[in-house]
């Protein structure tokens, strides 16, 4: 019952901007986007959130649209190591966090 | 910071046995803990949530008695798969967080295999 949408595959050339997009054309005022990532046989890794505002941190940069109804995760220089399936998750902050297919992210040499 | 470690890592049993599974918070008390299953090249689904000192909420179609989960310390919780069938065979993986209000940290995962 994920609420969001995004695209099964995408590919990236190394050392590139990786945008990687999601739909959330349903989401509620206290809904926060969470993004994750997972590697191959590895659990899940924690990239960044946001609620309303572009957010900023050491991985990534989220890009919220003002009617917040779709997003955009920025890898500013994808390299070989960033290939990994990414969740888009839109969750109230007291609720549980719940998996959709995600993207499966490519980047190539 | 925010680490969260699962043991082991991998276990292959007997169908029929029952196999606990570890999950520890390892750089903060976790007040919830989540127990994840993921089939291969599927999503994670979400099994049941347990807040430290209280019984676990299971989601639909999870059966509580099979998969017991115990959440006694604030840096401990432990899933155990009760008479374990070939079908349970799954990659289990487990979140914690400071509150159920805050960002979850997941676990390496425990890949288990019934034969």
């Known amino acids: 019952d994920a609420k969001t949408t995004q695209p099964p595959s995408m590919d990236c050339a190394e050392g590139r901007a990786a945008n990687l997009p999601c739909n959330h054309s349903?989401?509620?005022?206290?809904?926060?986007v969470y993004w994750y990532r997972q590697i191959h046989s590895q659990g899940p890794q924690y990239i960044i959130h946001?609620?309303?505002n572009n957010e900023t941190n050491e991985m990534a940069s989220l890009i919220i649209t003002e009617d917040r109804k779709s997003s955009t995760l920025i890898l500013p220089h994808a390299t070989l190591r960033d290939t990994a399936v990414y969740y888009c998750?839109?969750?109230?902050?007291?609720?549980?966090?719940?998996f959709g297919a995600g993207t499966r992210l490519t980047v190539k040499p | 910071g925010a680490v969260v470690s699962q043991h082991p890592s991998r276990v292959i049993c007997k169908s029929g046995t029952s196999v606990k599974i570890e999950c520890r918070s390892l750089?903060?008390?976790?007040?919830?803990m989540f127990w994840y299953r993921q089939f291969p090249k599927k999503s994670l689904m979400l099994m049941a949530t347990?807040?430290?000192?209280?019984?676990?909420?299971?989601e639909q179609g999870v059966e509580k008695d099979k998969f017991l989960i115990n959440h006694a310390s604030l840096t401990l919780s432990t899933l155990t798969v009760t008479s374990a069938h070939p079908e349970d065979s799954s990659f289990y993986i487990c979140?914690?967080?400071?509150?159920?209000?805050?960002?979850?940290?997941f676990g390496p995962g425990t890949r288990l295999l019934v034969l």
């Open positions: 979140s914690a967080s400071i509150g159920s209000r805050e960002t979850q940290y």
């Open positions: 349903t989401i509620s005022g206290n809904e926060y």
């Open positions: 946001g609620l309303k």
């Open positions: 998750i839109v969750r109230p902050l007291n609720n549980d966090m719940r």
């Open positions: 750089d903060f008390q976790a007040t919830t």
């Open positions: 347990s807040n430290e000192g209280s019984k676990a909420t299971y």
